[in-house]
Structure formats: C-alpha cells, structure tokens
C-alpha cells in the first residue's frame, strides 16, 4: 500500500507530518502456469464408454495376460525453476473396501464406487458375485520417484497451541519431508511408473469357472462352459501432477479454494496452495485371448475326459479326442471358442498344417451370441454424457451380454474306401478382434490375439462285413416245392464299429 504526506516547509520541525492521503493498495496474484502430462504418457483418445462416446482425460492401456505392463506417467512445469511431483490412485472402488471414514485417511475423497470395483493399489480383495468367480487383488504398485507417496495432500498439521484443540492445516504449514516419502518433489520431469502383471495364478485378472459351476450351466442351458475364463472388471486409475509455487513464494497460489463444497468430490484436486494439473486418467483393459470350451461330457470342441477339466493351454499337447467315423457314412464335430471380454469378436479358424482330408468341409465361423438367459461377466463403465460433470462409475456387470465374443464352427466328413484304416488330424484356433497386444505376445497381432490349438483325430473304421445270422442258418439246405414260390433273404451288416463309437449305420446285403 501507497500513502501520501504533507511536508511542511518549517526548517524546526522537518520530520512532521499532519496530513496522511487515503491509502492506495496494489494486489499481486501469483499467476503460474500448472505443470501438463509429458510423453511417455499415454495421451490418445482413445477410450470409450458402453455407449460408444469418447471420455475426455482418459486413455486406454493394454494389461496383456502374461505379460508386465509398464505404465510411465510422467509431468513437467513450464515454470522456470519450478519442481514437481504427481499422485496416482485408484478414484473409483467399492465402498466395502473403505467402509468408514476414519478406514480412508488420507484418501477420504474417494468417490463411491460401483459394486466388485477393487482398489487398483490395494491388496485388500472384494467377494464378487459366485456366477464370475472369485479374484485375487490386482496388486498394482509404483515404482520411480515419489512413488511412495500416499497422500495427495502435501502439508503438515500445525501443532495445537492448547488441549483439545484440533490441528489445522495452513499456508504457513510445511510440506511433508521428503523422509517421509510422501510428497517428493522434482526440478524437470517428473515421473512414475505403474507396474502390474495380469495373471490366472494368483487370480488377478482372469479365473478359470469352476467345474461344478461348468456342470450346473450345461444342465440349466445346453451350451459349453467348461474351460471358460472369466474376466475382473478393467481398472481405472487417475493421476495429478502439482507444483510448489506456495513453497517458492510463500503465498497462496492456483485455485482459491480447489476442494470447495462448490466442486464435485471427483473433480477436487486438493492442490492446496499449489498449481495442479487437470487430472489425466487410464483405463487399464485386462486383454486375453480366447479359449476352446466344451462340456462336462468332452463332446464340443472334442476334448479327452482326463482333459475336460484341464484349464492349461491346448497346443501342442494331446488334449484332443480321436473320434471314429465309417466308411460312406457322415461324421460332424463342432468347436466351440470363448473370449473373456464380452466387447471382442472371436473367429475360429482350421489350420493349414495339418489341413484337412480330402472332402472334408469346415463350415463357417458362426457368431453366438451371450444374452441376459447367458450372460457374461464384465466392467461396465459409464462416466456419463456430460463428464467431468457428472458422476463416474464402474461396476462388475454380472448380467453382461455379448454379441460376438463366443463363437463355434462344424467340421463334417464323409470319408470314402480309400481312407479306410487311416487317421487324420485337423486343429483349430480362435482368435479374437482386438489389436492392443500386437507386439505384446507373440500371438498377437494388429488384427487379433490367436489362443490355444485344439486338434481333433478322425479316424476312419475299415468296413468289417458279417453276416447278420449263423452261415448254417443263412445258407443251409432248404426245401422248395414245386409249383410254389421260394423267397430267400440274406443279412449282412458292417460290424466295425461299436455301439458306443456312433460311427455309422448297418450295412446292407
């Protein structure tokens, strides 16, 4: 503030002052620039809600089966001189995993969550729904610098001048030490890198159903379930990057009052005197690629019994079932391959080595469609049509429906003489639409991820005629009378396959 006074021209008293002007204040606002998301961060928009819109802030990144994802975020200031840090978490979870306020601490603003939601950093687990089976937690966790931070506020209270009364935080509060590891400061790029690697041991990401659940479904509905795998909810995580412009000037900074009763509890930054960042989201797809399923009796995609329950990965191994088929008569096998992401397309193909017999005819890859009488399990994800504004959920679907991501193909032959005491082996794959694994998995490529092989023997039964009764009976000498007419029948039949074989019919003589 600016004061102007009067200086009287009396050389006695040339300090004195007897007229003060009416102060004139200046106000200095601290404007900053916030610190932006830098590459290697996934900046694409590439991420869809159920409704096919695209969610602004948010981007989509692969978790292949198998395979470690490394997720760098990374920020900078454009401030000279400015540091750094960023804050990853998990917004969206379950309410059971932080049932009361004093459970949450530091990450009482999390938003509720939808149902079966885990927390992506956390180790604690949520009983899902019995029909999409029970999974480990995911087990997220952070690595490089400030990884360790686990809260998102940077201040420290100040000390209570007297009993009883609460600690407050301040402007004149000090930032968290770095001892601490929670608020890690950096000149240049900061950076963190989000590690995790979906797997079916432990659980994380896919389960296998159950027999006993595989054997309830096929009573209930007919279809396959056997060797289905079933997949967790995609996670969603968030991160912010803030500066430490209150720290370098000590004054207040960014936001008046960035956590206000005005803002939405998932748009709050708690930037606290600093500049943040505007919040930049990730949904992580849990990608794998589709299995051969069959039923509890092997008949579908033809699997050996000792194999029905067998969840380990069919190529290469002896997996299959050798099927007996006679000569002139017709046998068709059907493969049946599910995805575990309701959202794919699976397409079953035939191998071209071995290939197939002569005369033998694949049929086309068939859509199944999973409606809510069969449903699927998955993350459903609506952030809403006008989002940031409107409240973000997710949730497991237990009532999921898909168009595409099952599918099946029959293989019918009729083998001729020739064949007659000959084996042939035919082998199928599935595979799914999805390229976000190419160059990820060897298997995976920008128009799909192939799954296992399944091979099936045909083998082809010799003719074995026999006559249908005794050669004494058949032919034996008969007497016929003169004058009246004699009939005589003789039965043969083709006895080279069982019954149980279903093989082809009787012969004829």
């Not at 997996?319 to 493969?335: E, M, P, W, Y």
């Not at 071209?352 to 449903?375: H, I, K, L, W």
């Not at 999805?434 to 092989?453: H, L, Q, V, Y």
């Amino acid at each position: 503030c600016f004061v102007a006074v009067d200086k009287p021209p009396s050389s006695s008293a040339p300090a004195k002052r007897t007229c003060r002007s009416l102060p004139m204040c200046v106000k200095f606002i601290m404007e900053g620039s916030p610190p932006a998301f830098v590459p290697p961060t996934p900046l694409e928009a590439n991420s869809r809600d159920e409704e096919g819109r695209l969610v602004p802030g948010r981007s989509d990144v692969a978790a292949c089966l198998g395979h470690p994802l490394d997720l760098t975020i990374a920020a900078e200031d454009p401030d000279y001189q400015e540091e750094t840090r960023l804050f990853v978490w998990d917004p969206d979870v379950d309410k059971d995993l932080y049932p009361t306020i004093n459970t949450l601490g530091d990450m009482a603003y999390v938003v509720d969550g939808g149902d079966y939601n885990q927390d992506f950093f956390s180790s604690a687990t949520v009983t899902g729904p019995p029909q999409c089976g029970q999974f480990a937690a995911f087990g997220g966790v952070l690595t490089g610098r400030g990884a360790g931070q686990s809260t998102v506020d940077p201040m420290l209270s100040e000390a209570s001048t007297a009993a009883g009364v609460i600690p407050i935080k301040s402007v004149r509060a000090p930032y968290k030490t770095a001892s601490g590891n929670r608020a890690v400061y950096t000149l240049g790029v900061q950076n963190v890198t989000v590690q995790f690697t979906p797997s079916l041991s432990p659980p994380n990401s896919f389960t296998q159903r159950t027999h006993a659940s595989c054997t309830s479904l096929h009573d209930a509905l007919s279809n396959p379930y056997c060797r289905e795998r079933l997949g967790n909810a995609d996670p969603v995580i968030c991160a912010i990057a803030y500066d430490d412009s209150r720290l370098r000037r000590g004054r207040w900074a960014g936001e008046r009052d960035p956590n206000g009763d005005d803002v939405r509890s998932w748009r709050r930054v708690h930037s606290n005197g600093d500049y943040a960042s505007e919040q930049r989201c990730f949904r992580i797809v849990l990608q794998a690629p589709p299995v051969f399923v069959t039923d509890p009796a092997g008949v579908a995609t033809p699997f050996s019994m000792d194999r029905v329950q067998d969840y380990r990965d069919s190529t290469g191994r002896e997996s299959g079932r050798t099927v007996q088929v006679a000569v002139n008569s017709s046998r068709s096998v059907k493969f049946v391959a599910q995805d575990p992401q309701p959202r794919d397309t699976t397409t079953i193909f035939i191998l071209e080595d071995p290939g197939v017999p002569r005369g033998m005819r694949p049929g086309q890859s068939v859509c199944v469609p999973r409606t809510t009488a069969d449903p699927m399990c998955a993350a459903f994800d609506l952030p809403g049509p006008s989002y940031p504004d409107t409240e973000p959920f997710s949730y497991q679907n237990v009532n999921a429906t898909s168009a595409c991501s099952r599918a099946e193909m029959d293989v019918e032959w009729t083998p001729g003489f020739e064949e007659a005491g000959r084996t042939y082996r035919v082998c199928a794959v599935g595979r799914d639409n999805s390229p976000m694994c190419n160059g990820i998995d060897p298997k995976a490529t920008s128009r799909g991820w192939f799954g296992e092989t399944q091979c099936v023997n045909f083998y082809v039964v010799a003719p074995k005629i026999r006559w249908a009764q005794p050669y004494d009976l058949s032919f034996g000498a008969t007497e016929a009378l003169v004058g009246c007419q004699m009939e005589f029948v003789a039965t043969a039949l083709d006895a080279s396959c069982r019954p149980e074989d279903a093989c082809g019919g009787d012969g004829g003589g």
